[in-house]
């Protein structure tokens, strides 16, 4: 599958001159589902350049699954690097350090020299292993009475290692590692079999409290018996993981012998690139899955049983609840609704969101009391849950559907950090907004008054890379501290403060509606689930002949 190569040159594409003022230039490489990008940033956090490489999320070689070549992302660094280069080879020069971040949960299985065996099976992958740890009777019982049996279930047959070992069996024995796509990443770069432990997140045998590979005798070794040695070498957020090669120099342009930074996954470093660095902010991540945020010391659950993740600043955790797919349902509303305004925005040249920001600007807050439940995939908490749209009347129209959905999505996200906040017993005082559907004025500020909470745009569109070049910046002693290196990087474009009006009305649909609504429906979820078999039922753990 071709990548096709886009490129953006920050402040014009003309090349700097002698004297230019940028002394530390970083390089953050962001991997995503989508793109690929390599961004340069100064010691201050300002975008100087960038070069993006598209691709297809994924190729479906049956109903269901969702695997990548792994080349495509080494392509990428490499053409976008170059294409930097070649445009900017002065400031390219000055490059000191390079960090890399990447989509979480995305597997590659590579042999001793590093050479891939098989696609990623990526996060969107649906198929399902068969169960490989049978709990005894008491822990059955014990796993049910705290509402987690069909958790634990789910969570094996999810495991992409548990599927190959089953189906692919000559795969996994010529594995030599098994590593995130950043892992991958580092490795071409470097040579060595090493990645963050901030970017260890998905279905592998980590110890998340302790921060570490987890002992065969816990529950993640049990669920996911991956051998000790198939796994990398996991280091501290700002450690050096090695230097680039000169097998990578030569392929992209970057100097051999630059330092390379362990940084963190791209949800991780996106909250510290919006400079959420303790209990008072919450990142907000209006993406395709859409995530609530925050980074503190202590180690607590938000949902029962669901550990906060290792946060790229040492020692801290990044608690999160997470919205499955969740503004990807603004991609759904223009697929199937907005083909006029598609059309619109073209013939004037503007981009489609802002057209359907004017789709919400024709409605009142609170759309007319019609809502939506935006439970568009089955999670972990909720495996029978679906998406529900309730309180229609004559008066609705495309509009209010719009609206309704950007609300849905406001309120699942308040339910995700309410849940944070009591289990890590603190109160936020502020949100802070990154991912695509940021960029649109309407939405943030539905945000904020669903909220009632400061909300704030980041300067740059490109959180993530922020965050890995923050973290790197400190690894190579730019900035003393993560709080210095984020005071003097981290920008904000805009504060969205809550209209109080607004306030009101949406405090009582939430408390008074939205908040019941999964309760209420729950029994009728079960039933359809029965009668349809839609989503699918996690059999019971059994032995395996």
Not at 493 to 501: A, G, H, I, L
Request: hydrophobic share 35%; glycine share 8%; net charge neutral.
């Amino acid at each position: 599958m071709s990548a096709s190569l886009l490129s953006t040159a920050l402040h014009g594409s003309k090349k700097p001159e002698r004297g230019w003022p940028v002394k530390d230039v970083i390089l953050s490489i962001d991997c995503g589902t989508q793109s690929l990008r390599s961004l340069l940033f100064s010691s201050a956090g300002e975008l100087l350049d960038k070069a993006q490489s598209q691709y297809e999320p994924y190729f479906s070689a049956r109903p269901g699954w969702a695997e990548q070549d792994p080349e495509i992302f080494w392509r990428g660094v490499c053409e976008t690097c170059r294409t930097i280069k070649e445009r900017n080879p002065a400031l390219f020069e000055r490059i000191v350090g390079v960090g890399v971040t990447s989509q979480r949960d995305s597997m590659v299985n590579v042999d001793a020299d590093g050479a891939p065996l098989r696609p990623v099976i990526t996060w969107l992958d649906q198929r399902k292993a068969q169960s490989v740890y049978v709990p005894g009777r008491l822990m059955r019982l014990a796993f049910r009475a705290v509402g987690m049996y069909e958790a634990i279930s789910k969570g094996q047959t999810d495991g992409k290692c548990n599927w190959i070992r089953q189906y692919q069996s000559e795969i996994w024995e010529r594995t030599h590692k098994y590593l995130q796509v950043s892992g991958f990443l580092n490795y071409r770069l470097t040579g060595e079999f090493k990645d963050s432990i901030a970017s260890q997140i998905g279905h592998i045998p980590f110890d998340y409290k302790r921060m570490q590979w987890a002992s065969k005798r816990e529950l993640t070794s049990k669920l996911f018996p991956i051998e000790r040695s198939k796994l990398p070498e996991v280091i501290t957020p700002g450690e050096r993981i090695g230097v680039v090669s000169q097998r990578a120099a030569d392929e992209t342009g970057i100097s051999a012998g630059t330092p390379v930074i362990a940084c963190g996954s791209d949800k991780g470093c996106e909250t510290i690139g919006m400079g959420v660095v303790n209990e008072k902010s919450a990142s907000l991540s209006f993406g395709t899955t859409a995530t609530a945020q925050t980074t503190t010391r202590r180690y607590f659950e938000p949902l029962r049983f669901m550990p906060p993740y290792p946060a790229p600043i040492p020692g801290h955790y990044n608690a999160e609840v997470e919205i499955f797919r969740g503004y990807w349902m603004i991609t759904w509303f223009k697929n199937e609704f907005a083909h006029k305004e598609a059309l619109e925005a073209q013939q004037r040249g503007v981009p489609v969101e802002q057209a359907l920001d004017e789709l919400l600007r024709e409605v009142p807050a609170g759309s007319m009391g019609l809502l939506v439940q935006p439970y568009w995939g089955p999670g972990l908490k909720h495996p029978e849950a679906k998406g529900a749209m309730i309180g229609f009347g004559d008066v609705h129209r495309k509009p209010h559907v719009y609206r309704a959905v950007i609300e849905g999505l406001g309120y699942a996200l308040l339910e995700g950090l309410r849940r944070i906040e009591k289990a890590g017993k603190h109160r936020t005082e502020r949100v802070a907004v990154s991912g695509g559907a940021s960029q649109s004025d309407e939405i943030c500020a539905i945000t904020a008054d669903i909220f009632n909470l400061p909300l704030v745009r980041g300067a740059t569109y490109e959180t993530s890379g922020l965050g890995a070049a923050i973290v790197t910046s400190v690894g190579l002693g730019i900035h003393p501290s993560f709080d210095s290196a984020i005071k003097e990087m981290v920008k904000y474009q805009r504060t969205f403060e809550p209209n109080p009006q607004n306030v009101t009305i949406y405090r009582e649909l939430y408390e008074r509606v939205y908040h019941k609504i999964y309760a209420a429906l729950r029994p009728l979820y079960e039933e359809i689930r029965e009668i349809t078999g839609y989503p699918e039922r996690t059999e019971e753990p059994r032995s395996r002949v």
